[in-house]
């Protein structure tokens, strides 16, 4: 099956790409997938373990293959891992595709990400991790985005309605 997705959605961790995602495809009546989710399945393990046993090069090849295949088959609203945007076959392969910044700053995405359970480059000191993924990301994000859309102090529905009105032809 060969389809597109309506929306790409990246951002750092903690921007709210599954949970916003989530609540957009429901609004729009259309499926909802996650890379990630995607990885855990194909690998039969959560990526925590992943990188644990088989590091994070591993994970990075398993994820481009997994952005390539969603980004053939997913006819709804698609979120990539936070690191996708790392390779740059997977910018490339965004050429074309509307692509959504969930944009944050550090004080909400600490908030929202915790101490970091279950996310392995977060494991140890989650703030200052966070802080210079963000900081080493922003770029990459800006670069592939055709919107950015500011999530701070926002539900997961005001920003999925702010989406579904960019998404309007």
């Given at each position: 099956?060969?389809?597109?997705?309506?929306?790409?959605?990246?951002?750092?961790?903690?921007?709210?790409?599954?949970?916003?995602?989530?609540?957009?495809?429901?609004?729009?009546?259309?499926?909802?997938?996650?890379?990630?989710?995607?990885?855990?399945?194909?690998?039969?393990?959560?990526?925590?373990?992943?990188?644990?046993?088989?590091?994070?090069?591993?994970?990075?090849?398993?994820?481009?293959?997994?952005?390539?295949?969603?980004?053939?088959?997913?006819?709804?609203?698609?979120?990539?891992?936070?690191?996708?945007i790392l390779a740059e076959?997977?910018?490339a392969a965004l050429i074309g595709h509307t692509v959504v910044h969930l944009s944050v700053e550090l004080p909400d995405a600490v908030k929202r990400v915790g101490l970091g359970a279950g996310r392995p480059l977060l494991a140890i000191n989650p703030r200052a991790t966070l802080k210079h993924l963000m900081e080493q990301r922003r770029p990459l994000y800006a670069e592939v985005a055709t919107a950015t859309v500011v999530t701070d102090g926002r539900t997961p529905e005001e920003i999925a309605t702010e989406i579904a009105a960019l998404l309007k032809p």
């Open positions: 099956m060969s389809a597109r997705p309506v929306c790409v959605l990246v951002g750092a961790p903690g921007s709210g790409k599954t949970t916003v995602g989530q609540a957009l495809a429901a609004a729009l009546g259309v499926e909802f997938r996650d890379t990630d989710l995607d990885i855990e399945q194909l690998a039969g393990k959560p990526i925590p373990e992943i990188f644990i046993d088989e590091g994070e090069a591993h994970f990075r090849t398993l994820e481009r293959a997994a952005v390539a295949a969603a980004l053939a088959s997913c006819g709804g609203v698609l979120a990539l891992g936070g690191g996708a076959e997977n910018r």
